[in-house]
């Protein structure tokens, strides 16, 4: 099946130390390939994986559910843990979510946490109405491209897949339940305005977290799909500083 473009995966062998990226709900690794070029342009050995079911059509990703792409993340890592004396695991919008989901069942395999708008749940009243909705329509407007930098597309679907929200959903559930799990350091990249993902799921993640090294980020100048703003320099650049404050053998 034909990939958007910029869908295709992308990956780097570099030094000791490695990045997994993961992109967001309805994207593709076009949204964090600036990000995975400036990481390995730095000597880091970089992995960012498209999901199943993203990069081809809505159709394709209603038959896909989170545990799919969690799978897909979890290889990747693994990928990186063969080759890597350390990883560190990035992700934007539900990417982060799958990073902090990694994080509860990997522990200290992993050594730190750079996490940009990261989703964990949604007070929108039309959330009840999702498990039904998902039964009778199979998409719904579209959460892409919102970027504030004129000019700039996020390649993503158009149209939301119901089915594959409804498990978005899910993931949401079981990651919020085992966020005292969480030890490992952690950097948050948060939007003061984003239109997909309220301050809500920061809050929840700051409160409930088990770790005792954690900062955020507060970026003025983005909307969602900050990795492609007009902060994303500050994005690219926080991580990495990140990584070598942290890294034993980062370059």
């Known amino acids: 099946m034909p990939l958007l473009p910029g869908a295709a995966p992308f990956m780097h062998e570099g030094g000791p130390t490695g990045v997994l990226l993961c992109h967001g709900f309805t994207g593709t690794p076009q949204s964090l390939r600036p990000w995975a070029e400036h990481l390995a342009a730095a000597g880091l050995t970089v992995e960012l994986p498209r999901l199943p079911g993203h990069g081809t059509t809505p159709q394709e990703m209603n038959r896909t ?36 989901r990694l994080a509860e069942q990997r522990g200290p395999e992993i050594a730190g946490l750079v996490l940009v708008n990261p989703s964990l749940l949604t007070k929108r009243p039309d959330r009840h109405l999702l498990p039904l909705l998902q039964l009778l329509v ?76 954690v900062r955020e980020v507060v970026l003025e ?31």
């Open 65 to 100: 559910g989170w545990e799919d792409w969690y799978a897909e993340v979890d290889r990747a890592f693994g990928r990186l843990r063969d080759r890597c004396d350390e990883v560190f695991v990035m992700g934007l919008s539900m990417g982060g979510t799958l990073a902090i």
């Open 138 to 213: 199979p998409t719904w407007t579209g959460i892409s491209s919102d970027i504030k930098k004129p000019g700039v597309t996020e390649e993503a679907y158009e149209r939301v897949p119901l089915k594959a929200a409804y498990s978005l959903s899910k993931l949401w559930t079981v990651t919020r339940l085992d966020l005292g799990k969480v030890t490992n350091p952690i950097l948050v990249f948060r939007s003061s305005v984003d239109h997909v993902v309220e301050p809500d799921s920061c809050i929840e993640l700051q409160a409930k977290v088990g770790s005792s090294d």
């Open 221 to 251: 100048d983005s909307y969602h799909v900050a990795t492609l703003d007009n902060d994303a320099e500050t994005i690219f650049e926080g991580s990495l500083e990140f990584v070598r404050r942290l890294a034993r053998t980062a370059s």
